[in-house]
């Protein structure tokens, strides 16, 4: 199994922005859905939005309208644009998809 690479995150006031990637050393163009979820401290993994290869997307209610995802089979990565980003978003964000690891995650903080 291969290792997703996720990266993007960081620290941002709410309300603002941070565009996730998740690159994989394979081609995920076989893999037919797509997802990223997130981890706060304290509390269990959650499912945040998948995206299948035909494109049809899925979102947490929680995320529904401020967070978009993507994928670029050509490239082997998948994005999550965040847009209008709460303290409550805090979290460690992974991708997953079948055949593929978990990876390390990439931190997004959320605060002012």
């Known amino acids: 199994q291969v290792q997703p690479v996720e990266s993007g995150g960081g620290l941002v006031q709410p309300g603002g922005s941070l565009r996730l990637s998740c690159a994989a050393s394979?081609?995920?163009?076989?893999?037919?859905?797509m997802y990223w979820y997130r981890q706060a401290p304290g509390k269990q993994r959650e499912l945040v939005a998948a995206i299948s290869n035909f494109g049809i997307t899925n979102y947490a209610d929680s995320v529904k309208g401020r967070f978009t995802i993507s994928r670029d089979n050509a490239k082997n990565t998948v994005y999550l644009q965040m847009n209008s980003l709460k303290p409550e978003d805090t979290a460690v964000y992974y991708c997953k998809g079948t055949s593929l690891t978990w990876g390390q995650g990439t931190q997004v903080t959320v605060s002012s």
């Open positions: 394979r081609s995920i163009s076989s893999i037919n859905v």
